[in-house]
Nanobody
Framework: QVQLVESGGGLVQAGDSLRLSCAAS????????MGWFRQVPGKEREVVAA????????NYANSLKGRCTISRDNAKNTVYLRMDRLKPEDTAVYYC?????????????????WGQGTQVTVSS
């Protein structure tokens, strides 16, 4: 079982950049594909980006493609999400998830382990 803790959220202005981190403990981090999701009240949790075990395969939600980059450092047991040119509609709680499969997935139901989330608020 892997434990996940997100950090790096906060209040930023539109157009700013932010880098979120998700640190994993317990288990073998490199055994898991990782995903970043976000959720606003009253809506489903949606994928932002996902990355394979070794980091060579990534995919992104269309709404954020070109504005965010997912990466991981298996030596540090950490996955990152950098977001640029942030917009007010990016305001959400951002979660990282882990799944013990070879390929990244955009489906929330494919992820087994979740962190508690980190709030990102983008002011206009």
């Amino acid at each position: 079982q892997v434990q996940l803790v997100e950090s790096g959220g906060g209040l930023v202005q539109a157009g700013d950049s932010l880098r979120l981190s998700c640190a994993a403990s317990e288990g073998t981090f490199s055994d898991y594909t990782m995903g970043w999701f976000r959720q606003v009240p009253g809506k489903e949790r949606e994928v932002v980006a996902a990355i394979s075990r070794a980091g060579g395969d990534t995919n992104y939600a269309n709404s954020l493609k070109g504005r965010c980059t997912i990466s991981r450092d298996n030596a540090k047991n950490t996955v990152y999400l950098r977001m640029d040119r942030l917009k007010p509609e990016d305001t959400a709680v951002y979660y990282c998830g882990a799944r013990g499969a070879l390929r990244p997935s955009a489906l929330r139901s494919d992820y087994i382990y979740w962190g508690q989330g980190t709030q990102v608020t983008v002011s206009s």
